[in-house]
T-cell receptor, first 114, second 121 residues
């Protein structure tokens, strides 16, 4: 069955530390991959997306993500976290051939300690 | 106004009430979406409208009734809701390139509104 998994419900990092949020999917082909961020009281904002090509994708706010086909993963990274990065992060996938709908993971809540 | 706006931002209603959620997009997009976001659950796609026609209805109960009078406006009419319908309802819009038949390029990047926090008593 097609699915998206974000294994970490909560993550706490210190300001200035590096960050990696995990996302795994289950699908027989390569899907289209997205990361969204949701700040409190706000809607979702697209950070970055991967359709094809270079597997290392640069996004806004200093984020990047790497697609690893062998691991069915699309982990989000940031080298140095800022307090304003505290938010909830969602991995989302379009399973091509499945109606082109966005399927979201359950989200990872990021807390940044000063 | 810019982007995608939603009103009201907060709504409390009884199970016998009738209310409507409104979404407006100022981006010139041709597709609009309703999502439901419940605690500890993934976002659930409810409805998709493309060029003002409903193209997706994910087995949503009939107590939720969408309406898309034009490409800029989307409503979600609510009646006889249940407490389990309490959630954050998000609207989104995207630009679907004409003539595309599939793939995320056809889906288009989705821009989200801030949501309506609905509480059903």
């Amino acid at each position: 069955a097609q699915s998206v998994t974000q294994p970490d419900i909560h993550i706490t990092v210190s300001e200035g530390a590096s960050l990696e949020l995990r996302c795994n999917y289950s699908y027989g082909a390569t899907p289209y991959l997205f990361w969204y961020v949701q700040s409190p009281g706000q809607g979702l904002q697209l950070l970055l997306k991967y359709f094809s090509g270079d597997t290392l994708v640069q996004g806004i706010k200093g984020f990047e993500a790497e697609f690893k086909r062998s691991q069915s993963s699309f982990n989000l990274r940031k080298p140095s976290v800022h307090w304003s990065d505290a938010a909830e992060y969602f991995c989302a996938v379009v399973f091509t051939g499945g109606g082109n709908k966005l399927t979201f993971g359950t989200g990872t809540q990021l807390k940044v300690e000063l | 106004e810019t982007g995608v706006t939603q009103t009201p931002r907060h709504l409390v209603m009884g199970m016998t009430n009738k209310k409507s959620l409104k979404c407006e997009q100022h981006l010139g997009h041709n597709a609009m979406y309703w999502y439901k976001q419940s605690a500890k659950k993934p976002l659930e796609l409810m409805f998709v409208y493309s060029l003002e026609e409903r193209v997706e209805n994910n087995s949503v109960p009939s107590r939720f009734s969408p309406e898309c009078p034009n490409s800029s406006h989307l409503f979600l009419h609510l009646h006889t809701l249940q407490p389990e319908d309490s959630a954050l309802y998000l609207c989104a819009s995207s630009q679907t390139p004409p003539g595309t038949s599939g793939g995320a390029g056809a889906l288009g990047e989705q821009f989200f509104g801030p949501g309506t926090r609905l509480t059903v008593l």
